[in-house]
């Protein structure tokens, strides 16, 4: 997490941002990790139960879990940040990413049109349900003035269908626990 933070803490200097904001800064962002730290870590016990039905984990597969669930959650924290804005006329992180960073939370957010037919023509082969929560994403991202994917070729493409998966994958083991 420490890695995670000297990023951010980096960022936020470059930014000329005052030392007490700065904190506040990198307090959210402590709890941001924690919680994908939280997140990949039921996702990675609830695939370990599956792979292995009826027994339970031992102390040291327990720890080989964690330790990579925390690194999965800061990678998608520094992913994140490679999100961030640096230029001071932007809004500020917390607001760049406040849609983006718990989409699939948002209840009120109605993806445009736009961004329904975007999702049927990058994914034409995925399930309604997936291209419904694609299209939730790639309106959040369009709200939040991130970067949407432009074609199925688009690296992009991939690392949003990527997040779809891990999403649906959560909700599928929270309702099956």
Same mark, same amino acid.
């Given at each position: 997490?420490l890695n995670?933070?000297?990023t951010?803490r980096?960022?936020?200097?470059?930014?000329?941002?005052?030392t007490?904001?700065?904190?506040?800064?990198l307090?959210?962002?402590?709890v941001?990790?924690?919680?994908?730290i939280?997140?990949?870590?039921?996702?990675l016990?609830?695939?370990?139960?599956?792979?292995?039905p009826?027994?339970?984990p031992?102390f040291? !597969? +327990?720890?080989? =879990?964690?330790?990579?669930? *925390?690194?999965m959650?800061?990678? #998608?924290?520094? $992913?994140? /940040?490679? @999100?961030?804005?640096?230029?001071?006329?932007?809004?500020?992180?917390?607001?760049?990413?406040?849609?983006?960073t718990?989409?699939?939370?948002?209840e009120?957010?109605e993806p445009?049109?736009?961004?329904? !037919? +975007?999702?049927? =023509?990058?994914?034409?082969? *995925?399930?309604?349900r997936f291209? #419904?929560w694609? $299209?939730? /994403?790639? @309106?959040?991202r369009r709200?939040?003035?991130?970067?949407?994917?432009?074609?199925?070729?688009?690296?992009?493409?991939?690392d949003v269908?990527?997040?779809?998966?891990?999403?649906l994958?959560?909700?599928?083991?929270?309702?099956?626990?």
């Amino acid at each position: 997490m420490l890695n995670a933070l000297e990023t951010l803490r980096g960022q936020l200097i470059e930014q000329e941002m005052p030392t007490d904001k700065i904190e506040q800064e990198l307090e959210a962002a402590e709890v941001q990790i924690a919680t994908l730290i939280t997140e990949h870590t039921h996702l990675l016990n609830a695939q370990w139960r599956r792979d292995h039905p009826g027994r339970q984990p031992t102390f040291p !597969e +327990l720890q080989k =879990l964690h330790k990579r669930a *925390r690194m999965m959650g800061e990678e #998608v924290f520094l $992913a994140q /940040l490679t @999100e961030m804005p640096t230029d001071r006329e932007e809004p500020e992180p917390e607001l760049q990413q406040s849609r983006t960073t718990n989409w699939w939370l948002d209840e009120t957010l109605e993806p445009s049109e736009q961004m329904q !037919e +975007l999702a049927d =023509l990058l994914w034409p082969d *995925r399930t309604v349900r997936f291209r #419904v929560w694609a $299209a939730d /994403l790639l @309106e959040a991202r369009r709200l939040d003035h991130l970067p949407v994917p432009s074609s199925p070729q688009d690296a992009l493409a991939g690392d949003v269908a990527d997040e779809v998966d891990r999403v649906l994958m959560t909700i599928s083991s929270q309702s099956s626990t």
